[in-house]
C-alpha cells in the first residue's frame, strides 16, 4: 500500500510542479513570453554561428508557439492530476491500480516530450540556446526530465501483492 501512496504522491507532485509552470506563464506572460522571443530570434546566439537562418523574427510564430506550450503544460498538469485521483480511486485493489495508470502514463510521458524535445532537442539544439548566456533553459529542462522520468519509470513498475 505505501508503494502505491508514494506513486500517487509523486504523480501529484510533478502536477503541481507542471500546474505552477502553466499557471506562471500565464500571470507573467511577458517575461516568460520573452524567454521563447530570444531563443526563437538566436539574438542571443554566438554572432558568428553558421545556422542563424533557423531563427524566427515572427510575433506571430512566437507567441503561437508560446501558447503551444502552455496548453501542452496544462495537458501535462490535468493528465497528471486526472492520473493521481484515478490511481488513488483503485489504491486498495492492485489489479485496478495495475490498470488505472494510464492517464498518469500519458501525463508523464507528455512532459518528458515537452521539455526534452521542446527545450532541449528544439530550443537547445535547433535553435542554439546553449549558446545564450541568458536565454539558456536547458539545465532546468533537464532536471525537469529526469524528475518526470524518475517518476515515470517508478510508476510503470508492476504493483504486485509482496509490495502491499
Known amino acids: 500500500m505505501y508503494t502505491r501512496l508514494s506513486k500517487v504522491a509523486l504523480v501529484w507532485a510533478v502536477a503541481f510542479f507542471v500546474s505552477l509552470v502553466a499557471l506562471n506563464n ?67 485493489d492492485i489489479a485496478a491500480f495495475n490498470k488505472a495508470k494510464g492517464p498518469a502514463i500519458a501525463g508523464l510521458t507528455l512532459g518528458i516530450i515537452l521539455w526534452f524535445l521542446g527545450f532541449i532537442a528544439i530550443g537547445g539544439e535547433w535553435f542554439l540556446m546553449w549558446q545564450s548566456a541568458i536565454w539558456n533553459g536547458q539545465q532546468s529542462a533537464f532536471r525537469v526530465v529526469m524528475i518526470i522520468a524518475f517518476t515515470l519509470l517508478y510508476l510503470v513498475k508492476v504493483d504486485e501483492l509482496a509490495q502491499a
Not at 516568460?32 to 510564430?61: A, C, G, Q
Request: proline content about 3%; aromatic content about 16%.
Open 26 to 92: 500565464l500571470m507573467d506572460y511577458q517575461s516568460n513570453y520573452r524567454f521563447v522571443n530570444h531563443v526563437l530570434k538566436m539574438d542571443t546566439t554566438f554572432p558568428d554561428n553558421s545556422v542563424m537562418w533557423r531563427s524566427i523574427e515572427s510575433p506571430v510564430v512566437h507567441r503561437t508557439a508560446y501558447h503551444f506550450l502552455i496548453f501542452i503544460e496544462w495537458a501535462v498538469a490535468i493528465l497528471c492530476w486526472a492520473g493521481g485521483f484515478r490511481l488513488l480511486m483503485a489504491i486498495k
